[in-house]
């Protein structure tokens, strides 16, 4: 039985998708949220409000108070924010049945989903700021976001490069998986989440708040539940905000258990694990140099300053290299007798030249076996590669990789450990708060504390979301008698019906088969 000590300690393992590995993992993770019992999802993003706008844009700013009272005057200017803005990562976790006859009983599997907005797009100061100081990785984002076109309608923008379009529609394929379980879906203080995922991953926002709330109510008819406004209204002295309700979540579950009462057995499912592989290499006519051109550095970067294998690229990107290689073809063209001494130029990191002595011609071949080898794109040893000058190729430190190879899985080891703390061992994907899976995590566990004390009075949060500035009345999400559902629903839900080729291969239960949140059956 776990003791005082884990109180506060608690991690959670998370899976970190990126373009770099979205495909090998994107099979698996449909698969595990098709069986889900519920979601709970968090999101960073851009921006939560408009500030100090440039005069160019002309924007009304009456028309961006995510702060308004009016439910109507709210929902337009948060839905300008988020046309206007971006989301950076989308966090999942995923709980689904660990033992059908234990009440409470359930395996986890997280997901943070970096993400990376094709469409120009505003940022807030301080929201970014914010990110920063707690840790979210704005430079991983930018190299390494799953990358996608906000507002499909009903299909994404399609563009030349196929990585692009195929990581956009899996990202999307995903997010609608959610909309297919016909689960509860869980949030905290997430009406902004939702507006941010129906236009990134949805379709464009309905002019309409009502035509929204109405979408919605279609979208999830699992229910839609806000532990903010849960612990509000079910704990009405204590705090709400997310850390403070999981922690005290954690320890009412501890309590339970030590008196012989259901309480909640989490078992944290370890990262999924897939073969180590990297990318295929593009065809060497994109990037190899021809065969009449045994240059030494990157012919595409010398002359426009990128290269579509970037990093990957077996030849020199550095200036100052590219510079002295051609400084010295020029002379050679004037002066032929200098042909010979092209490649005995060594680039140092401090920027001076110096003659050294030739040791290249160890096949006594005049260095033709390694001029070959350049051209057949090997990684030649005396090339500075395209980042770090005088660096081997092989040594540059490439993260896009780093994750695969700390991937592991215990996922089978299934003992039956009664424990209610989901305190796992140190890893180095940890992070503070406000990293969008540990969030989404969290978020899950309250709402799963709830579920196994609340039992079947949880149905009475079902679609009430929490209103930032105000706990009551909360936003309702129902199908209005005055309304109806938007161009955007009518023209994506086609696709979203479209059957899951997957569960029925697999033999599991049609997506429309719902049970109660509030039970364990």
Not at 312 to 328: A, F, G, M, T, W
Not at 479 to 485: D, F, I
Request: glycine content about 4%; some cysteine; charged content about 25%.
């Amino acid at each position: 039985m776990p003791n005082n000590e884990n109180v506060g300690s608690t991690s959670a393992v998370y899976n970190d998708v990126t373009r770099d590995n979205i495909r090998p993992l994107y099979a698996s993770i449909r698969s595990i949220v098709s069986r889900a019992k519920f979601v709970a999802i968090d999101t960073e993003f851009t921006g939560l409000v408009l500030s100090n706008a440039s005069r160019v844009f002309r924007l009304n700013t009456a028309e961006w108070v995510t702060r308004a009272t009016d439910m109507k005057d709210k929902y337009k200017a948060m839905a300008n924010v988020a046309k206007t803005h971006a989301l950076l990562s989308m966090g999942l976790s995923v709980y689904s049945r660990r033992h059908v006859t234990v009440p409470g009983s359930f395996n986890v599997n997280n997901f943070n989903f970096t993400l990376q907005a094709q469409n120009s797009h505003l940022i807030n100061p301080s929201s970014m700021s914010f990110l920063a100081r707690t840790g979210f990785d704005l430079t991983k984002q930018a190299a390494h976001g799953i990358r996608y076109f906000s507002g499909p309608n009903p299909d994404p923008v399609v563009v030349k490069t196929e990585e692009i379009n195929e990581e956009g529609k899996m990202i999307r394929e995903i997010f609608l998986d959610l909309v297919r379980l016909r689960k509860p879906l869980v949030i905290h203080n997430g009406l902004f989440d939702l507006v941010y995922l129906y236009q990134s991953f949805f379709g464009p926002l309905p002019d309409t708040y009502e035509s929204f709330v109405y979408d919605l109510h279609e979208m999830f008819p699992g229910g839609i539940y806000d532990t903010k406004f849960i612990a509000e209204s079910a704990d009405p002295e204590t705090a709400s905000f997310l850390a403070y309700a999981f922690h005290k979540s954690e320890r009412v579950q501890r309590k339970r258990a030590l008196t012989n009462e259901p309480a909640l057995n989490i078992r944290l499912k370890n990262r999924l694990e897939y073969d180590d592989q990297k990318e295929p290499e593009p065809p060497a006519s994109t990037a190899a140099p021809s065969e009449t051109d045994t240059r030494p550095y990157c012919v595409d970067f010398a002359a426009r300053g990128h290269c579509k294998l970037d990093r990957k690229c077996p030849l020199s990107h550095d200036v100052n290299y590219i510079l002295d290689c051609q400084e010295r073809e020029s002379s050679a063209t004037s002066d032929p007798d200098n042909v010979s001494s092209m490649m005995d130029v060594e680039h140092n990191p401090d920027g001076n030249k110096k003659r050294k002595r030739s040791n290249t011609d160890t096949n006594g071949d005049g260095g033709k076996a390694k001029r070959i080898a350049v051209e057949n794109g090997a990684k030649v040893a005396s090339k500075p590669s395209g980042n770090t000058p005088s660096e081997v190729v092989d040594n540059v430190d490439d993260n896009r990789f780093t994750s695969q190879r700390q991937i592991v899985s215990d996922d089978d080891n299934d003992d039956d450990d009664d424990s209610t703390s989901v305190t796992t061992p140190k890893t180095g994907f940890e992070n503070m708060y406000h990293t969008a899976a540990y969030d989404a995590f969290m978020t899950g566990y309250v709402f799963a504390s709830y579920q196994l004390s609340l039992q079947g009075m949880l149905d009475q949060y079902k679609n009430k979301v929490y209103l930032m500035g105000r706990s009551k009345p909360p936003l309702l999400v129902k199908a209005s008698m005055y309304s109806t559902n938007s161009v955007t629903y009518r023209q994506t839900i086609d696709r979203v019906a479209e059957p899951n080729k997957e569960n029925e291969d697999d033999g599991k239960a049609p997506a429309s088969e719902t049970k109660s949140p509030g039970t364990d059956n």
